[in-house]
């Protein structure tokens, strides 16, 4: 079996030949790896983000992470304040990706976001990684 690993972000594949054989790592464009997985039905809200992920690719996927940002944007910009508390989490999923299959999602802070009358949360969430498991041509 050849497993090929997937930044979204920087887009930095890895493969492994198998066990006991040379691996070697492959660079896929973001064009390329942002069409493998596409994320659908997203409801992003401040206290839980869900969605589905759906496999577009011929080959079954594993080691989804998904990238929730929490960005803070000031209400007065021109004059922020200190301490922005906005934050970032990456989020394994579990399980097998079939190809054409979906996997729903929900994720809750494990902490609560402050409230504040300074700004607001803009809660954002992408898909950071994954494995693509691509069966092993015969010679």
Request: aromatic share 6%.
């Amino acid at each position: 079996m050849k497993l090929t690993k997937a930044a979204v972000g920087g887009i930095l594949i890895g493969v492994s030949l198998g066990i006991g054989q040379a691996s070697a790592q492959t660079v896929l464009t973001e064009d390329t790896a942002s069409r493998a997985l596409a994320l659908k039905e997203v409801e992003v809200r401040p206290e839980k983000i869900s969605g589905v992920i759906t496999n577009n690719t011929p080959h079954t996927v594993r080691d989804i992470e998904l990238l929730v940002q929490y960005h803070w944007l000031w209400q007065n910009e021109r004059d922020p304040g200190q301490n922005p508390p906005g934050r970032s989490v990456t989020v394994k999923l579990d399980g097998d990706l079939r190809p054409g299959g979906s996997l729903p999602f929900d994720f809750k802070p494990s902490t609560s976001l402050p409230v504040r009358s300074d700004g607001r949360f803009m809660p954002e969430v992408d898909i950071a990684a994954f494995t693509t498991v691509v069966p092993q041509q015969m010679r």
